[in-house]
């Protein structure tokens, strides 16, 4: 959502101060508005009462996810969620086996790594992250997610209320 605030604003035709890092996808000068050929950069380390740490980066061909706590499942238990019917329903179809193989597959380990051939594989289906085929991309994408989080001072890999947290953000 980092270009969320920016994309409003610019809707809204008021200036963005220059402390808002996100840029306009819509609306607002055209040269204010972010490149559609750049990487889109995604993070998520919280899911109500869950603590995740998930960060990727998306472009016009692939999608690049890297899981830094591959300890936890794909689908966490989230208590808000998982009291609705459709969460309900598709446990017990999941515990009773009888998923389609892709939704069956959320209940699976989570990988280190995901890659995703968004052309041939717009679902994202099918992960890459361990065909040789597609090493120079994947190690390509690594290394710009990986720039990207030192250029932020991300700590999503600090426990969340420490004060090196602070510090680093």
């Known amino acids: 959502f980092v270009d969320f605030p920016a994309t409003v604003l610019a809707l809204a035709g008021v200036p963005r101060p220059v402390w808002i890092e996100g840029r306009a996808a819509a609306a607002g000068d055209p040269g204010e508005r972010r490149d559609p050929d750049e990487p889109v950069y995604v993070s998520r380390d919280r899911m109500d009462e869950r603590i995740d740490t998930v960060r990727a980066l998306a472009d016009r061909r692939w999608l690049y996810v890297r899981n830094l706590r591959p300890d936890v499942p794909l689908v966490q238990h989230v208590n808000y969620m998982f009291r609705a019917r459709g969460y309900e329903s598709w446990v017990r179809e999941a515990r009773a086996g009888r998923l389609p193989p892709a939704s069956a597959a959320c209940f699976g380990e989570r990988p280190p ?32 997610l990986r720039d990207r989080a030192v250029a932020l001072g991300d700590g999503g890999l600090l426990p969340e209320g420490s004060p090196l947290e602070v510090a680093v953000g």
């Open 113 to 144: 790594e995901e890659l995703y051939d968004l052309d041939g594989d717009p679902d994202n289906v099918r992960n890459l992250a361990t065909d040789p085929a597609h090493r120079d991309t994947l190690e390509a994408l690594r290394t710009k």
